[in-house]
């Protein structure tokens, strides 16, 4: 496993963009400790410091910190769509399997090298919603701090199924461009198959249900939106906008199932296509 993705970082790192890239996907995230330092102020009436407003507190800050970081790995994604697209364009992919990589080994250094960057990625964020909780949270116990500490479970395979993803469309049209251009043709296929299964089914809650064991939606459904949440929190009244926000062991089970099936799917056609 190492070997595999030391040979792939060493391939990633020859080229000044994705260096760029990683370092973005890596730092952005981190925009949540500027968000928590955020002053504003209301013409001098009144000053808003969104740190004061409760939303930093544990345990909700693990739901908080990990949904918007969420939203910045479309840079790591046109890395790994990159890694797919410059191994065809520069012929690399057919000297690693004459210099003795199988087609596995091949397949399995790019997975590796997703689970690795998902894993540092999701280690960032965890220490930085740590750092953070610990400033401006009034809950410093360690059994509430600990509490919900699955949102960087789900954040982590999120971010391994979406770049599987991104991985078995960069195998599939070879060119990293078009490849995230399928993620918004699937995007609107996923919409389409809503609708169709509302009129299959005339219920809204059960094409939803369909819907969530779609790709996209299944991975999107992982950490859910905390914005209602936050306003339950802070007025209690607000009790009709209640939702079931936290994270099931069956929601993970479903995009752990579509990661294996890209990644399977990308060896598939690695097997069967001539180079």
């Known amino acids: 496993m190492l070997r595999l993705i030391n040979l792939e970082l060493q391939k990633l790192l020859l080229s000044r963009v994705n260096k760029v890239l990683i370092f973005i996907s890596f730092i952005l995230p981190f925009t949540v400790l500027i968000l928590s330092s955020i002053k504003i102020n209301f013409f001098g009436f009144f000053t808003l410091e969104l740190g004061e407003l409760g939303i930093f507190n544990f345990p909700i800050i693990w739901h908080i910190t990990t949904f918007f970081a969420s939203y910045f790995k479309l840079f790591f994604a046109i890395v790994v769509v990159s890694m797919i697209g410059n191994?065809?364009?520069?012929?690399?992919?057919?000297?690693?399997?004459?210099?003795?990589?199988?087609?596995?080994?091949?397949?399995?250094?790019?997975?590796?090298?997703?689970?690795?960057?998902?894993l540092v990625s999701t280690v960032l964020i965890g220490v930085a919603?740590?750092?953070?909780?610990?400033?401006?949270?009034?809950?410093?116990?360690?059994s509430i701090i600990v509490r919900e500490v699955e949102y960087l479970l789900a954040y982590f395979v999120k971010l391994i199924g979406f770049f599987s993803l991104c991985l078995f469309f960069g195998m599939l049209v070879k060119r990293s461009a078009f490849a995230l251009a399928f993620l918004f043709v699937l995007y609107i296929v996923e919409w389409l198959v809503f609708w169709g299964s509302y009129e299959a089914f005339e219920s809204t809650d059960m094409a939803w249900k369909v819907k969530n064991f779609m790709p996209l939606e299944s991975m999107y459904k992982l950490i859910d939106q905390p914005f209602q949440r936050i306003i339950i929190t802070k007025?209690?009244?607000?009790?009709?906008?209640?939702?079931?926000?936290?994270?099931?062991w069956y929601e993970i089970a479903i995009v752990l199932g579509w990661t294996a099936l890209f990644v399977f799917l990308s060896y598939r056609l690695l097997k069967v296509r001539d180079l």
Do not use: R
């Open 87 to 118: 191994e065809y364009s520069n012929k690399t992919i057919k000297q690693n399997l004459i210099d003795g990589l199988s087609k596995k080994e091949f397949i399995l250094s790019k997975f590796y090298t997703i689970v690795f960057f998902s």
């Open 235 to 248: 007025y209690p009244d607000k009790m009709d906008l209640a939702y079931d926000y936290a994270v099931h």
């Open 129 to 142: 919603s740590f750092l953070i909780g610990l400033y401006y949270s009034s809950y410093t116990e360690a």
